[in-house]
């Protein structure tokens, strides 16, 4: 699945979401990509916690090994951020009048993504809570041998 057709796709079903420069975002995502990792599903939104914030947009991608997030930078640079699943410990999915928030916590810090059309909520709290729950059981498996 390409990362950026998968961005447009997820845009275009849930349009109330806030989101720029998708293509930019999603290179970066393609950038890193391992061999043999697969993108299985992929949501947008701004990765702050204020919904007046509308210039920090990152695409989450879950993958068949991991979660990437990247953000290309306005100027130069850009930023990705790897939640591996042995890193994964909750997720929390919160609703709001327009838009909703998906808060993902890790070992390490929470990571918040906002102003989300409240409509993808249900579907991407299914495929991270699936995934996730998948990989942490197979990682679960390799480490136990």
């Known amino acids: 699945m390409k990362v950026y057709e998968a961005a447009k796709k997820f845009k275009k079903e849930y349009p109330k979401t806030v989101c720029w420069r ?61 939640v591996m699943p042995y890193m994964y410990n909750d997720l929390n999915i919160r609703g709001g009048a327009i838009w909703g928030k998906v808060i993902i916590d890790t070992i390490k810090e929470e990571l918040i993504f906002s102003n989300i059309d409240k409509k993808a909520l249900t579907d991407i709290e299914t ?18 041998k």
């Open 127 to 144: 495929n991270i809570s699936e995934n996730m729950m998948y990989l942490k059981k197979e990682y679960q498996k390799k480490n136990e």
């Open 22 to 82: 998708l293509k930019a975002n999603s290179q970066i995502i393609e950038k890193h990509l391992n061999p043999n990792e697969v993108v299985k599903y992929v949501f947008v939104g701004q990765k702050n916690n204020r919904f007046y914030d509308i210039f920090t947009t990152c695409i989450v991608a879950i993958t068949n090994k991991r979660i990437l997030i990247g953000r290309k930078r306005v100027i130069f640079g850009y930023a990705l951020d790897s």
